[in-house]
Each structure stands twice: as C-alpha cells, then as structure tokens.
C-alpha cells in the first residue's frame, strides 16, 4: 500500500531535549512538508521541502529543523529552542511543488513535553 | 494571521439532519479550496475541492457552494450520519506559491 508513515505515535520529551520526527513516503511524490495542529488553530505550516536537499521555512520555523537526504524521508528535529512544542505533528506530501490537489496527509505524531 | 476564516467553531447536528461550513478569505489569488475530513488521532484526508471557474460541486452528500464575489465557500453535508463526526478543515491555495493555508477547524458532531 502507498502512503506515509509517521513514527513514533506518540513521543514525550523532557524540558530541554532535542526530538526527531520521522516521516517517510512511498508514493514517489517529490514535495514534503510539516505541519503543526493545535486545538482551535489550524494547521500551521512548519517547514516544506520542494525536491531533495532543498527545504524551505513556513510559517512557524523557529525551533525546528529539517533534513532531505532521500526522496522518501523528511524528518522533522524539535529543538529544545521550541518554547511550546506540545502539539500533534503531521507530514504530508504532494506529487510535486504545484500540485496541492494532490496532498496525502500522515497518520501523525502527538508530541507532549513533560 | 489566518488567511481563511472558518465557522462555526463546532456544531451539532441530529442524524439525517443538514450541517453547513463557512470558510471566507481575502486573497484574491486564490484558486483552489479542499475540505478535509479529520478523525481523532488521524491526519486529515481530502473530502472534496473546487476551483473558482465552477459555483457548486458535489460528491455523495457532500457539497461545496463557492462564491467568488464574496469570497466565501462553504460545505454542506446532506442526511448527515453518525460516521460523517469528525472535525473539517477548509484550505486554500493560490498558483503562486502553492502553499495551503488552513481554516481553524469546525468539530461536528451527528447524534443517532
């Protein structure tokens, strides 16, 4: 079956620790991003990534960063810069930059700062 | 600064019963306006989409009404069932930087 995984579900991390995100796709789509969902706002777009080795900041970068070594993986690092990184994280991909119709969402990952 | 504004925030509605969504924008450029349908613990998945050339689409009992003057658009689902409660997210994006930006969300809920 195609689509994406997110890993872990869940994940909780201590005051000062730095977190990675997993996302990885197997439907051959060329752009990837991050999201952030909190009760009430939204999505928020956190970082976009058009091609490998390229990413670009999105809305609400500051206290995160990202890597795309592969076409598959786009992981997501919540620094411990993040001052309140409680949230439900998703990835998503599209098959290319332009091609928002084509946006598939991950199951998502619930991070929760202890 | 959302660039789409969603209401009501959540509704109730009883089984067979209609529930409507409103999303209103500013950006002129936009072209595209998604309706994603999200259960709890899930990622949002697409429901339907409408591009501005058209005022209405329909897909089951789901339909969009677009308003491209007032710059609104709205989700309307018919004989509303207790599998249809989930939370909706009205979106929009534009051909020059292809970046969906959300509505805040509307939780409904469908009694049986």
């Known amino acids: 079956d195609g689509g994406i995984t997110q890993s872990p579900k869940y994940l909780f991390r201590k005051e000062g620790q730095n977190v990675t995100l997993s996302c990885e796709q197997n439907l051959n789509h060329d752009a990837m991003y991050w999201y952030r969902q909190d009760p009430g706002q939204g999505l928020r777009l956190i970082y976009y990534s058009q091609i490998v080795n390229d990413f670009q900041k999105g809305d609400i970068a500051e206290g995160y960063s990202v890597s795309r070594e592969k076409k598959e993986s786009f992981p997501l690092t919540v620094t411990s810069a993040q001052k309140n990184p409680t949230a439900f994280y998703l990835c998503?991909?599209?098959?290319?930059?332009?091609?928002?119709?084509?946006?598939?969402f991950g199951p998502g990952t619930r991070l929760t700062v202890l | 600064q959302q660039q789409v504004k969603q209401s009501p925030q959540s509704l109730i509605v009883q089984k067979g019963g209609i529930s409507i969504i409103n999303c209103a924008y500013e950006?002129?450029?936009?072209?595209?306006f998604p309706w994603y349908q999200q259960f709890p613990g899930k990622g949002p998945a697409l429901l339907i989409a409408i591009r501005p050339d058209v005022s209405e689409k329909k897909e089951g009992r789901f339909t969009i009404s677009f308003n491209k003057s007032a710059k609104q658009f709205s989700l309307h689902i018919m004989d509303s069932q207790p599998g249809d409660s989930a939370t909706y997210f009205c979106?929009?994006?534009?051909?020059?930087?292809?970046?969906?930006?959300f509505g805040a969300g509307t939780t409904v809920t469908v009694r049986a």
């Open positions: 998503a991909s599209t098959l290319d930059w332009g091609r928002t119709d084509t946006q598939y």
């Open positions: 950006n002129t450029a936009f072209d595209y």
């Open positions: 979106a929009a994006s534009s051909r020059f930087d292809y970046k969906l930006s």
